[in-house]
Every structure is written in structure tokens, then in C-alpha cells.
């Protein structure tokens, strides 16, 4: 049977909720996911100290925004793991918040493309991106959640604004992405790690069904490891994007999906290899 504190933090807690979820949905990019993470907030909360916990936590919204962060942080983390890519054919359902004016907010703010670029990022810049550029969380708090120091945390949201950023204002020269390509499959050839450095902006991803790799000098080592599979490299539209594809005996094997940001570098390679993946993608050679 229910207490009057029971009543009291079970309406403490829906107050919040809408915020909560809106929250775990930009972090994962999944409706079911960030109910998951809203429901172990409560169950948390009720254990946390029975119904007087709500009466005892003086700013329960920002605990409740630290313990679905941490939530959101761990299966974010556990997601890439397993290298699992959810938003790789995701359309975004509705986030069900209850005020109207909120879920307009929400949807100015962060539509299908942004949440597609919140993939490329780290979880801890992810989240420190979402909680503080998004929901205006101090860098404080975010860095109790993915424990760093404010000074770390700032450094992560501003790591991923300038991805986000840059990912907004894709360069859309096809004949200079063209060149870039080239140039990223010769230095790829010859295992030139100067070279592919040249064309990669600094912050470029590279995303496969292996996992995520950041930074030009990671990506740049990984792709000269690979000079055998340059010499079979073959520029092509993937999906009507700059991109590469790789053949053995006259069949495409892998794809490389490039975006470009502005000045012509490369911001995010996204690797298939899966054939099954690869024969849905219209996939056309140039010379």
C-alpha cells in the first residue's frame, strides 16, 4: 500500500520525467532505449531512500539528470562494445513529451540529421554535448556524470560542437572531394601516413561494423595498414556520396562513404563490409 512519501516522490518524479526522456532520446537515439534508461532512474530513486528520498534531495532534477546520464553513458558504452550501429536505418518516433512547446524546442533543435552526427561521436563527448549545449547542464555536473574535471568536460562538448558544426556545413564541391579521394587512395597505396594526414580533418571518425575510431592520426594509421586493399580501390557514388569501393574479382567487397567539411577535408568514413549491407547501396564505379 502506498504512503503519502510514496505519492509524494512518485509526483515528484513524473514532474520530471518528460525533461528525463527527452534527455536518454537525444543521448541514444532510441524511444525504447530511453525509456529503459527513465524507468532505471526511478527504480533508483524509490531505492535510493524510500519515499522520503524525495522529501531529503534538494535539487532532485539534477540528480535525476546525473543518474539517467550515467545510465545513458553505460549502455552508450556498452553499445559500442558490440559494435551495434542503431542509427544506421533509424527514423526518429516521437518522444512523447507531454508539453507541446517543449517537444517544439526539442524538434528545432535536434532533428534526424544531428542525431545521425551525435553517432559519430564518443560517448563521453556525446553526452557532454547533449547535457550542456542542449539542455544547459554546467560543466560541473557533466563532470561528476562522466567523471572528469569541468576543465575535461568542456573540452569534450567543445570537441564535439566543432564535429556537429562541421557536419552541418558539408563541403558539396564534388569535383575537389574527387580529388581528395584520390589523394586519400594514393597515400593509402603507398602507406604515406604524412598523406593521408593531409586530407583528414583532425576530428575525422571512422565508423564500421567493428567499431569507431577518432582522430586523423588513429584513422590515418589504420588506413595505412591497409595499403593491399588501396590497390583494389575504386572511386565511386555510394548512395550519390563520394566515396570508394573495393573489388575482388569484379565484385564490390567493401564501401567507404565519405563526408567533407568545409576547406575539403575528410570528417567521417563510414566503412561497409558487410555484403548483405553492401547490396542494398546503389553503388556506382567511376573511371
Known amino acids: 500500500m502506498a504512503t503519502g512519501d510514496d505519492d509524494f516522490l512518485a509526483e515528484r518524479f513524473e514532474a520530471h520525467r518528460s525533461r528525463l526522456r527527452a534527455v536518454a532520446h537525444r543521448m541514444l537515439g532510441s524511444a525504447a532505449e530511453a525509456d529503459d534508461a527513465v524507468q532505471e532512474a526511478w527504480v533508483r530513486l524509490s531505492r535510493s531512500g524510500g519515499g522520503s528520498a524525495g522529501r531529503e534531495i534538494d535539487n532532485l532534477a539534477g540528480w535525476l539528470t546525473t543518474v539517467v546520464g550515467r545510465v545513458c553513458l553505460d549502455m552508450l558504452r556498452s553499445r559500442r562494445s558490440r559494435a551495434e550501429e542503431p542509427l544506421e536505418s533509424w527514423t526518429p518516433a516521437s518522444s512523447e513529451v507531454a508539453d507541446p512547446a517543449q517537444e517544439a524546442l526539442l524538434a528545432d533543435s535536434v532533428g534526424v540529421a544531428l542525431l545521425v552526427v551525435l553517432d559519430t561521436l564518443t560517448p563521453g563527448e556525446r553526452l557532454a554535448f547533449v547535457l550542456h549545449d542542449l539542455f544547459g547542464v554546467p560543466y560541473e555536473e557533466v563532470a561528476s556524470i562522466v567523471d572528469r574535471t569541468p576543465e575535461a568536460a568542456r573540452q569534450l562538448a567543445s570537441r564535439a560542437r566543432r564535429r556537429v558544426r562541421g557536419a552541418q556545413e558539408p563541403d558539396v564541391d564534388l569535383a ?10 594514393a597515400a593509402a597505396r603507398d602507406g604515406d ?4 594526414l593531409a586530407v583528414l580533418d583532425p576530428d575525422v571518425v571512422a565508423r564500421s561494423e ?4 577518432t ?9 595505412s595498414s591497409f595499403a593491399f586493399v588501396g590497390a583494389v580501390a575504386r572511386p565511386a557514388l555510394i548512395d550519390g556520396a563520394t566515396g570508394l569501393a573495393v573489388l575482388f574479382d569484379d565484385r564490390v567487397e567493401r564501401t567507404l562513404r565519405f563526408t567533407f567539411v568545409r576547406g575539403g577535408r575528410i570528417a567521417v568514413i563510414d566503412v561497409v563490409t558487410d555484403l548483405d549491407r553492401i547490396s542494398e547501396l546503389d553503388v556506382t564505379l567511376l573511371q
Open 176 to 185: 575537389r572531394q574527387r580529388k581528395v579521394v584520390d589523394a586519400f587512395l
Open 215 to 223: 582522430g586523423a592520426a588513429a584513422v590515418a594509421s589504420g588506413a
Open 193 to 196: 601516413f604524412d598523406g593521408l
Open 210 to 213: 567493428a567499431g569507431v575510431v
